[in-house]
Each structure stands twice: as C-alpha cells, then as structure tokens.
C-alpha cells in the first residue's frame, strides 16, 4: 500500500488471498522483435510493481481501481520528479 495515499478504509482493509484465480489471457510473444521495439523498456517492471500494488489493495470495484490507479501513479511520478 502506498504511504500517504487515501484509497478509502475499506479497500485499506482488505487483505489479498493469492492462489484461486487463473488468467485465462494469453501473453504475446515476447520474442517477437516488433513487439519488444513497441514497449519501453521501464514498462513491463513499472506494471509488474502496479499489479503487484493492486493485488495488495484488493479494490473491489471500477471506481475503487481507478482511484488507486490515479493515486500509485501521482505518486510514482512526485518520487521520480525528486529523484531526478
């Protein structure tokens, strides 16, 4: 969960239970050169880090993902706006 961020007590409160779910979505080829050439190199780490960060808050709606989407990704940016 990230500091300082309001996600609203219910969704703090959640606590993520891993093992049920299976992806039914197939991942593209990696391999594919037209692929990798497509998608910046910071990208698949900076959405690993997000999945990771919403499995942990566990919203339970649209407007509960959208919310902690706009708040991760504000502060994301404010971190790297002082580190750089």
């Given at each position: 969960?990230?500091?300082?961020?309001?996600?609203?007590?219910?969704?703090?409160e959640?606590?993520?239970?891993?093992?049920?779910?299976?992806?039914?979505?197939?991942?593209?080829?990696?391999n594919d050169?037209r692929?990798?050439?497509m998608?910046?190199?910071?990208l698949?780490?900076?959405l690993a880090?997000?999945?990771?960060?919403?499995?942990?808050?566990h919203p339970?709606?649209?407007?509960?993902?959208?919310?902690?989407?706009?708040?991760?990704?504000?502060?994301?940016?404010?971190?790297?706006?002082?580190?750089?």
């Amino acid at each position: 969960m990230l500091r300082g961020l309001d996600t609203g007590a219910a969704l703090q409160e959640r606590v993520f239970s891993t093992g049920t779910h299976k992806s039914t979505h197939r991942c593209p080829d990696t391999n594919d050169k037209r692929l990798q050439d497509m998608i910046p190199p910071p990208l698949p780490d900076l959405l690993a880090e997000f999945t990771k960060a919403v499995r942990r808050a566990h919203p339970a709606t649209a407007e509960e993902v959208l919310r902690f989407s706009a708040g991760y990704f504000a502060e994301m940016a404010a971190r790297q706006s002082t580190t750089t």
